[in-house]
């Protein structure tokens, strides 16, 4: 309750006056016998002091008595609450405080200064009603027993806490109660909002906020909330909101404003994510070789968004690539598409096709390469190309050939084989993925085949 001055005098008077105080007897300084030193000075650190007042009556009983001060206010009358607030981290603690009873509901603010606060209560400084109470008098003044709460928030909203206390019937003084806050020993209120989500194309999503006291703040009518969409439109003053049937355009940061007691408002983001669909989903793509001539090229679509064009490339090496055609996309499409084309120069030996898809915002993928292998007189085959688990060397023949693998930097790989008539199949699951080379050496000649290993 603030700092107690010493003694002054035989009246027992306790001052917390910031300069001598005019009393009987007086002081020194005034011509009085009280030495001016017994006087405590400089107390205003703290606003909330008590007086204890007693007195000597030769004629019967000593008097004594208690009176409350807040600094450079008078006396306490009765006026519903009064008391301090204090800090172990700060010599001064403002703000606003609310102290409002459980069966009573909201009430207004109190300016906290230098520590202290008094304020009416609806609550508090009632008349006593019952005459059983009343003690011959009809004007004793009690507080309504029960729970309370009390908020406080600093000057700046940074901090909003709470604590809470009991008080039974007729407590106070004259039916005012008096109340000592620790600030470290109050709670925090914390609003939580609820966590980020990933949804799906037509999902309904949840966005709610929440807080640690909702038994005291639920219906609060001096709290607002308000959502807040990625585009900041507002959409909802609930706490909880429900988004149906969601688009890929309902997707980012959406804010829950909260507007706190005549704070201002704060916000707290959920995020809402969705996982871009492919522009393309292609469910196949193959290239065949027809009459050893051509190469005839076949993709099929289930789905296409946003999708402008195809374009087919061809290389011989995997390095550079070379442009067979382009073909429009359907733009936007839920059904099967299938898509055929030719292609009337492949390259001697192995040519290798890939499919290149190009969104209208320029975006692009590429499906998995396919190989062909146009035949010429050598009388080798490799197949297939590109392998995965194992792959096969089919020559003419085969008496009198040696086979070596090497890597791209033409260091030979060991890989295990076993030889079926003209064939010589390698088990290639052990090979990391890349490209290859088969170095052949036959009674024909020498060849140099390229494989891709997947």
């Known amino acids: 309750m603030g ?7 035989s009246q027992n008077i306790y001052t917390s006056t910031s300069t001598a105080a005019n009393m009987w007897p007086q002081l020194a300084s005034i011509g009085g016998p009280i030495l001016d030193v017994r006087v405590e000075l400089n107390m205003n650190e703290s606003g909330l002091f ?5 007195f000597d009556d030769i004629s019967g009983p000593r008097v004594e008595d208690s009176y409350y001060r807040l600094l450079g206010d008078s006396f306490i009358d009765p006026e519903g609450v009064f008391g301090g607030i204090y800090s172990n981290l700060s010599n001064q603690v403002n703000g606003r405080m609310f102290i409002e009873h459980e069966d009573f509901g909201q009430e207004s603010d109190m300016t906290i200064f230098n520590n202290a606060f008094k304020a009416t209560r609806i609550w508090a400084s009632i008349l006593e009603p019952l005459v059983k109470f009343q003690g011959g008098r009809n004007d004793m003044e009690y507080s309504v027993p029960g729970q309370i709460h009390v908020i406080y928030i600093d000057p700046t909203c940074v901090q909003k806490k709470i604590d809470f206390r009991t008080i039974g019937y007729g407590d106070g003084l004259e039916g005012t109660e008096m109340l000592l806050f620790n600030l470290e020993e109050m709670e925090d209120i914390i609003f939580t ?37 990625p585009n900041n439109n507002s959409i909802s003053n609930d706490t909880n909101f429900t988004f149906n049937n969601a688009t890929i355009n309902d997707t980012g940061i959406y804010n829950i404003q909260v507007e706190f007691l005549g704070c201002p408002v704060f916000s707290l983001p959920v995020r809402v994510t969705m996982p871009i669909p492919l522009p393309v989903k292609l469910i196949a793509f193959n290239a065949t070789l027809q009459n050893n001539e051509s190469v005839k090229l076949e993709w099929s679509t289930s789905s296409e968004i946003n999708n402008d064009y195809f374009t087919l490339e061809k290389s011989d090496d995997l390095e550079e690539w070379q442009l067979v055609d382009k073909i429009n996309g359907a733009g936007n499409s839920n059904n099967t598409i299938n898509y055929t084309d030719v292609d009337n120069d492949p390259f001697q030996g192995v040519s290798y096709y890939r499919l290149k898809q190009t969104d209208f915002d320029g975006g692009t993928s590429y499906s998995k390469i396919r190989s062909v292998e146009l035949k010429y007189n050598d009388g080798i085959k490799i197949f297939p190309n590109p392998a995965t688990k194992l792959f096969v060397i089919e020559l003419d023949d085969i008496k009198g050939t040696h086979i070596k693998i090497v890597n791209n930097l033409g260091k030979e790989v060991l890989v295990s084989k076993f030889v079926e008539g003209n064939r010589m199949v390698f088990d290639s699951s052990k090979l990391s993925s890349g490209i290859y080379f088969i170095l052949i050496t036959g009674n024909t000649g020498a060849y140099s085949k390229k494989i891709i290993i997947e």
């Open 50 to 54: 008590r007086f204890k007042i007693g």
């Open 3 to 9: 700092k107690r001055a010493f003694a002054v005098g």
């Open 193 to 229: 909002q609820s966590n980020d989500t990933a949804i799906n194309v037509g999902d309904d999503f949840f966005l709610g906020v929440t807080n640690n006291f909702t038994d005291i703040f639920s219906g609060d009518t001096r709290i607002n909330y308000t959502w807040v969409d």
